[in-house]
């Protein structure tokens, strides 16, 4: 093996190893961000030893071996201090009572104290920059770069953002512990939420020329799953697991070969990947079989199923989805929610029926500056035959977006609606609007 | 990235003989701690070659050849499909296969994505076939 193999061989196990690693030395120390130091302390030691030594045989062990050694010394050196000052906290006896017992303690329950880090790095006390940085970090693996990467944000700032949520970590003592009772729901869908952040930074890049980032992608699905083996009884966790897999499962046909976006109704459907779709399936069936088919994500990943099951774009059951974002709208009412029915009630049952919800959104202080109000509007319009007012509408949503590729389509829109119009009719009645990506 | 993982055949998966409970318990842990770190996709156990069949194509003109094959060792008793971010990954999952398994093969293959091809007539031509409707 050369230096360099061993190397990626290493990057390899931290990346399997890391937050299992942090994991168990945080509940050793009671400091995320000492326990991140510890862990990354065997890190530089592997990359230092292993060259010479080879990489050993439980290279997980080993790294944990390394780790809990220098955990074990550096309590040993605070309870030393903490004597010298005469401070007898009720902790110092707790740590010198379970010394004996840290070495065994450490492997057990390895799966509740990724859940703490996941919980931890969630924090609401963070920022949700911090959140995401923290959680990618922590639980993901990665590095500080290939996070600046992701988020097309320079290095320092990342650097800056995950020193800074540390110190906040400590300075509000958060315990490093899983929330119990009525905070616990919160404290989930906090964590879901960073999760389909970063899913969604992946999928549809807010801002820059990439259309997609799909490590991101991947990074928040494994985030996922993970999550949804360390709570299997989570409904919701299963939802978003669903709601991911579905997207993700039609990432290889939302761009053209010169990296446009193409739109699901006008994706090759032969392209879209059939065991995400399995997968995704499956865990929707989980998350309402555990009774949360009305949960915000099992919903979204109902709709997402419609589609999916759908073998042609003209096999979509709108009806169906109309009534899915009828629930989604009650559960969680909000603008873009009732945007995306007026979407799938103008499929279901016409145009009109869906500008008349639409034109009532247009006062709308929440959508104000969002570009897929007058897109839509400018769609429903042009289906409608008013082609003038859909021009300047589709214009209106190329001015608002941030994404590069993203005004590139709507200005293509706009300038076929003009032709549209000056063509004197509606040879095409299909939609160009966004029923969900 | 994806990698299938095969696991190669041998006289026994070969003779049908079904697996122990122990390499059952071991495998059965071994996918858990794969599905728990978010990595495994998907993962099956094929039945012997006997039940298999070949199709040959000379000059355009299929022949079909029954099961069993000869050559065990080059034939796939199983696979799984690993999603991680390097071959480096995929290899140090792949070290830690049950031991109880014995002396396997094991062999690791990188999927090939559509972006892989780069642009070409053909690639264009995969993401016209199917249901588009493209205008």
């Known amino acids: 093996m050369t230096a360099a193999d061993i190397h990626r061989t ?4 931290w990346r399997i190893e890391s937050a299992r690693l942090i994991a168990g030395l945080a509940r050793i120390v009671r400091d995320v961000g000492v326990a991140e130091e510890l862990a990354q302390d065997a890190l530089v030691a592997a990359l230092e030893q292993w060259p010479e030594s080879g990489v050993p045989n439980n290279p997980g062990a080993w790294l944990m071996g390394t780790a809990r050694h220098r955990a074990i010394d550096l309590l040993r050196r605070r309870t030393l201090t903490d004597r010298k000052h005469e401070e007898i906290g009720y902790e110092i006896d707790a740590r010198q009572m379970a010394m004996p017992d840290l070495e065994a303690e450490i492997d057990d329950d390895i799966g509740d104290d990724l859940l703490r880090l996941l919980f931890i790095a969630c924090h609401p006390v963070l920022s949700t920059e911090a959140r995401t940085a923290l959680t990618l970090r922590l639980l993901g693996g990665l590095t500080t770069e290939e996070i600046a990467r992701a988020f097309l944000v320079p290095e320092p700032t990342v650097a800056q953002r995950i020193v800074r949520a540390k110190r906040t970590l400590a300075e509000a003592r958060v ?3 899983i929330p119990r009772g009525s905070e616990r729901a919160a404290r989930l869908s906090s964590v879901l939420e960073v999760i389909y952040l970063i899913f969604n930074e992946g999928y549809s890049a807010t801002a820059g020329d990439d259309w997609m980032r799909p490590e991101l992608c991947e990074d928040a699905l494994r985030l996922g799953r993970i999550l949804a083996g360390l709570v299997p009884k989570e409904p919701e ?21 010169a990296g446009e976006p193409i739109l699901l109704l006008d994706q090759n ?50 009806q169906r989805i109309a009534e899915i974002y009828g629930t989604l709208a009650r559960v969680t009412p909000s603008p873009v929610v009732e945007l995306n029915r007026a979407v799938a009630v103008a499929m279901a049952f016409g145009p009109q029926a869906g500008l008349d919800l639409v034109d009532a959104l247009t006062s709308e202080p929440a959508l104000k500056g969002y570009y897929l109000l007058p897109s839509v509007r400018g769609d429903l319009l042009r289906r409608l035959g008013r082609f003038d007012e859909a021009q300047v509408e589709i214009e209106r949503a190329a001015s608002l977006t941030k994404n590069a590729r993203e005004r590139a389509l709507l200005l293509e829109r706009a300038t076929s609606t003009a032709r549209e119009g000056s063509s004197g009719g509606a040879r095409d009645a299909r939609p160009r609007g966004r029923p969900g990506r | ?114 972006e892989d091809f780069g642009p070409s007539e053909a690639v264009e031509r995969m993401r016209e076939v199917g249901f588009a409707d493209k205008k």
């Open chain 1, 10 to 13: 290493i990057d390899a196990v």
């Open chain 1, 175 to 177: 315990p490093f512990e």
């Open chain 1, 237 to 257: 966790v299963h939802g978003l697991v669903a709601l991911m897999e579905i997207q993700a499962s039609r990432a290889r046909a939302r761009t053209g070969p």
């Open chain 1, 269 to 318: 459907r032969a392209l879209w990947d059939r065991l995400l779709i399995r997968r995704g399936l499956a865990a929707l069936a989980r998350a309402e079989k555990l009774g949360g088919a009305e949960g915000p994500y099992a919903l979204q990943a109902a709709i997402a199923a419609c589609h999916a099951r759908a073998l042609t774009a003209e096999a979509t059951d709108w």
């Open chain 2, 1 to 114: 990235m994806r990698f299938m993982i095969i696991r190669k055949a041998d006289r026994s998966t070969e003779a049908g003989d079904m697996p122990s409970e122990e390499i059952l318990a071991a495998m059965g842990k071994y996918n858990e701690e794969l599905v728990k770190a978010g990595a495994l996709l998907d993962a099956a156990g094929l039945q012997p070659s006997s039940k298999g069949a070949r199709v040959r194509f000379s000059r355009g003109k299929p022949t079909v050849i029954d099961g069993p094959f000869a050559e065990t060792k080059e034939l796939i008793a199983g696979y799984s499909i690993l999603e991680v971010r390097s071959k480096e990954e995929a290899i140090e999952w792949v070290k830690r296969w049950p031991p109880e398994d014995g002396d396997v093969e094991i062999e690791i293959r990188q999927m090939f994505e559509l």
